[in-house]
């Protein structure tokens, strides 16, 4: 590890060993961990490699991919199988807007296949990815270059929100994202076309505990003049995916939310842990970036700064939706 890399590295991680706890809205309470990235051991640093790096996206198969967006939606839940048993009052107690049994909706699942097989006979070099950091979730995304051109195309679903926006503990701005407007392409046309047929369709996130929380999955897609931009803009646009600059932790000490960790000199001291890190981290990096990947229940955050060796440090927390906080 170079010398700089190794003394911030040093620094975060005394300020870390006094348990800097977080508690985003609805979650369970975690704590910032140190991160680095030692570009010399694991090549360039982008949000593909970082998940990579931590075993939360694997290649995968084209059939996976749209066999699980027609699964998700036919019986309304994220979860598949064992894992959606928390769901399961949902057509019991509850009058579901979606017919999921009429032949027009059983329909969906041709549609499917058409875009499937148009995927398939248009696009080189396709590949397939799975997005996935616990048993219980996955999320994917079908990218490949269009024939008629030399831009790519990543096909993929909206991805739902458990945890609320937290705009009030961790301050970003200037979403970092590369969309240009081009024409659309013959490829592209004809995706439009099915996608009609697709319509937006109502699913239930958390249902036990009285959340009756819900969002609509959605296939979307966006094209770019690389892969690596066409996968970060539709993930960004799925909601998986969010890279903006960080600005500060609870700015406001009138804002801050430890009412609930103890008593009003405990969420004090807390608070002044947050306020020492700040000065740490500006001080040290004239530029640092948020990367947050959101699976459905989990979020994973990386604020990342960049050291004097082109070596990557900053934060990571682990946090879980709470059913129950």
Known sequence: MNPST???LATLEVLLQEEIICRLPSNHTSEWQPFYWESSVKGNFHFISLLYSQGWMKNTDIEIAINNWWEIEEIGVPTLDEYCSYAECVFEDEEDEVDRKSPQFQ????????????????????????????????????????????????????????????????????????FVAQPKTDLESKIDKILESLTPVLTYGHYD?????????????????????????????????QITEFKSFYPDEREYLFQSFGSEE???????????????????????ILYAFRFWDYTQLFIVGESTENDRVGLRLTSKFDYNP
């Open 6 to 8: 190794t003394q911030i």
């Open 209 to 241: 505990g009285g959340y009756e929380q819900t969002y609509h999955h959605q296939i979307l897609y966006q094209t770019a003049s690389t892969k690596q931009t066409a996968l970060q803009n539709a993930l960004i646009k799925s909601e998986f995916l």
């Open 107 to 178: 329909q969906r699942k041709n549609y499917y296949k058409q875009l499937s097989k148009l995927l398939k006979s248009n696009l080189y070099d396709l590949e397939v990815y799975e997005f996935s950091c616990s048993a219980e979730y996955s999320c994917f995304a079908i990218v490949g270059q269009l024939l008629d051109n030399e831009n790519w195309i990543c096909v993929t679903s909206t991805v739902p929100q458990e945890t609320p926006e937290f705009n009030d503990i961790i301050i970003t701005e200037n979403n970092i994202e590369a």
């Open 266 to 288: 405990e969420g004090e001291e807390i608070y002044q842990k947050y306020q020492h890190l700040n000065y740490f981290l500006k001080a040290k990096f004239p530029e640092l």
